[in-house]
């Protein structure tokens, strides 16, 4: 939620309850450095837990090199330094904390009847708070069965079907309908060859959670869910390989170590798999907890060899020192991403957004350029170079400067047509419509005059109800300056001197043909 930066009141707003009026109370944005504190305590009390744990799991010196290795995985920068990914570490301190109380009550001698009933109790919220910070946590159960902690384990599988199976539903219910309006429906459909994307994407976060080389909210591979991904190629056959290689190590090897680091690895990675796309495709935030697994199979095969334990240590502290700088704002954020993947045209999209956002206009169109070199077929970028001109064109109209517009808008609809012929198309039957609407402004220029006053006009009543309600003096002196410069513009657009118009016969355009200058 909003914790803990709160609710503020917009001071501009008052209750009026005799009109029925109520007090608007909303937050006005989040506080950075509040977030970011409630995340590096939630995270340094997830590794105190977490080697709490595995001091008792493996011996405190692996532990040590684990968690340490840990910590400063780039990996796990994503999930810390952004503020958005609060539900990780949240996650992970829940289920460290409910792992260090299943050891704790496998330890003791002879609990009492009162004791199984506070500790599964306990356990139970703590899995609550858990699938409920991010549905992960759903994935716990296997790890449970593994370490023998059975009794903990079923009550673990029955909370991931009834609550976190909830959760993940509604969410692709949602997710669904949201791909469905951006035609790309058929990506949250499981299908039968979707098994090849899973273990495509399983050898991806081998890969990246082994050598994170390359990090950034938006990753080239698989970002578009291209149908070529269900395709058998080289990257299957590598992805078979691995795979077949750790499930037979799995079951070969005899140390606990290495057992346990792939069942945690695959058990928490198994939900980001792209069985169905609902979310992004590949991300590091993703790897986040699974990556654990890695790094307890680092420490494991190093700890007798301390100097290439610390080379690899400095390697990944440096490289997550190098990215840190991503999330201080906005504009280095877009920037980095596009500077780890410099040919992807999404990276290159939000960037001009945020170029836009500083008022930088040519950065701007210099990005959403660059993204439709890289891929012609990808929409957003003409989609947004539209809504440059799109906008300009009608600032151009609200100014009465109406040959500007008409040219302005023509410029917009040659982009707004490249956007959409590409496949797929985000919102493609919205985009017709409104090429269309532009077409239509185009060839009878007083369609635009009739719905530009047609807009002020009902902008003008709005107004008109603000004021009426109205009891701040701030907000009267706003209002009374917006509803002035209304009227002028509606004043400006009775005198406008137009040589043709429609046949249309609703009294606003009848009223602007007994108005207008011959």
């Known amino acids: 939620g909003d914790f ?8 501009s707003i008052v209750a009026a309850p005799e009109q029925n009026i109520p007090k608007n109370e909303r937050p006005l944005g989040k506080t950075p450095w509040r977030h970011h504190a409630l995340i590096l305590v939630v995270f340094n009390i997830a590794i105190l837990s977490l080697y709490h744990f595995l001091s008792y799991l493996l011996n405190p010196t692996l532990a040590l090199l ?13 999930a810390v330094a952004w503020i958005s990914a609060l539900g990780y570490p949240l996650s992970l301190l829940w289920m460290c904390l409910s792992l260090n109380l299943t050891h704790y009550f496998y330890s003791l001698d002879s609990p009492s009847s009162l004791m199984y009933l506070g500790v599964y109790c306990l356990f139970f919220i703590l899995q609550f708070l858990a699938i409920n910070a991010l549905f992960i946590s759903i994935c716990l159960w296997p790890v449970l069965f593994f370490l023998g902690y059975y009794p903990f384990a079923v009550i673990s599988l029955i909370m991931s079907t009834l609550q976190g199976l909830k959760i993940v539903r509604e969410t692709i219910s949602h997710r669904k309908s949201e791909f469905k309006k951006q035609n790309m429906g058929q990506f949250t459909v499981l299908r039968p060859r979707k098994w090849i994307v899973a273990m495509k994407t399983l050898y991806y976060y081998f890969k990246l959670s082994l050598f994170p080389r ?8 698989g970002f578009h869910c291209e149908r070529g991904l269900e395709k058998e190629d080289k990257m299957l056959l590598a992805a078979l390989l691995s795979i077949g290689f750790v499930g037979w190590w799995f079951f070969v090897t005899p140390v606990f170590a290495v057992k346990f680091s792939i069942i945690w690895f695959l058990s928490f990675i198994f939900i980001f798999l792209n069985w169905i796309t609902i979310q992004q495709f590949v991300t590091e935030r993703y790897v986040f907890v699974p990556t ?3 790094c307890i199979l680092i420490a494991y095969f190093t700890q007798s060899y301390f100097p290439v334990y610390m080379l690899i240590f400095g390697f990944y502290l440096m490289r997550t020192w190098c990215h840190l700088p991503t999330y201080d704002n906005e504009l280095k954020f877009y920037q980095s991403n596009v500077w780890n993947f410099p040919k992807s045209e999404v990276a290159y999209s939000n960037l001009g957004c945020t170029w836009l956002q500083i008022g930088l206009i040519g950065s701007t169109l210099d990005s959403w350029n660059i993204a439709t070199k890289l891929n012609p077929n990808y929409d957003v970028p003409y989609y947004n170079i539209h809504g440059h001109y799109k906008s300009n064109a009608t600032l151009q109209m609200q100014h009465g400067n ?8 023509k410029t917009a609809r040659e982009f707004l047509a490249k956007a959409v012929i590409c496949e797929p ?3 493609k039957d919205d985009w017709v419509k409104e090429i269309k609407k532009i077409d239509e402004w185009i060839a009878n220029p007083t369609l635009m005059v ?13 107004l008109d109800v603000m004021l009426a309600g109205e ?15 209304n009227n002028a513009r509606l004043e400006h657009i009775k005198s406008i001197p137009v040589t043709s118009l429609d046949s249309n016969t609703d009294p606003e355009m009848i009223y602007l043909r007994q108005t207008v200058k011959p």
Not at 68 to 76: D, M, R, S, T, Y
Not at 402 to 409: P, Q
Not at 471 to 485: K, Q, V
Request: hydrophobic residues 30%.
């Open 292 to 294: 654990l697994g890695t």
């Open 471 to 485: 009891r701040n003096e701030t907000r009267i002196s706003e209002i009374t300056s917006s509803i002035r410069d």
């Open 214 to 221: 390359n990090m950034g909210l938006y990753h080239t591979w």
């Open 450 to 462: 009739r719905d530009e006053y047609t807009r002020l006009t009902q902008l003008k009543h709005d």
């Open 66 to 78: 684990s968690v340490a290795l840990f910590i400063v995985h780039p990996v796990g920068t994503q």
């Open 425 to 427: 198309c985000h919102f």
């Open 4 to 11: 803990p930066s709160g609710e503020s009141i917009n001071p």
């Open 402 to 409: 109406y040959g500007s517009a008409i040219e302005l808008f």
